[in-house]
């Protein structure tokens, strides 16, 4: 590869890094655009977590909300994501902990936890379940979380 080959490359990743980006906010507008109805009607598992917790940490996604705290640090009151199936891969869910379950050692070995919005889909485009804006409970095993978030103050 010669100097100014090597000179681009960087140059390129940084353009293909961007597009991606730009791809999956384009996404997300039209998602936002197209679901319209159902985003209004607040039954999404991140509107439960704003009702319970007062604040939306940041966009309409969970996939988007940044974590504070690892997994094996979650206790009741804390916010849990667990992966869905998405078209773009990076479907996520946020649930609140109302316990956590132990082992007899005292390792975690799941949570019980509420959300809205779970169940057998009804509607795959704007994620929407046969329980849409109706409060479930459930219990999560430790491997299915991803990460997780402590609200302020709590």
Not at 74 to 100: H, K, M, P, T
Not at 136 to 147: A, C, G, N
Request: with cysteine.
């Amino acid at each position: 590869m010669n100097m100014k080959a090597m000179a681009a490359a960087p140059l390129a990743a940084l353009v293909l890094l961007g597009s991606g980006a730009a791809v999956q906010a384009q996404n997300n507008t039209r998602w936002m655009s197209e679901c319209a109805g159902w985003v209004a009607k607040k039954g999404y598992s991140v509107d439960y977590i704003e009702q319970r917790t007062g604040e939306r940490p940041s966009g309409n996604m969970a996939q988007n909300w940044r974590s504070n705290l690892e997994p094996k640090e979650a206790r009741a009151g804390d916010v849990v994501f667990l992966y869905v199936a998405s078209a773009d891969g990076n479907g996520q869910r946020a649930e609140i902990v109302e316990d956590v379950l132990r082992n007899e050692d005292g390792s975690i070995r799941g949570f019980r936890t509420s959300s809205m919005n779970l169940g057998k889909m009804v509607e795959p485009y704007c994620h929407i379940t046969e329980n849409f804006g109706k409060v479930s409970m459930r219990r999560v095993e430790f491997d299915r979380v991803l990460r997780a978030y402590r609200p302020p103050g709590k």
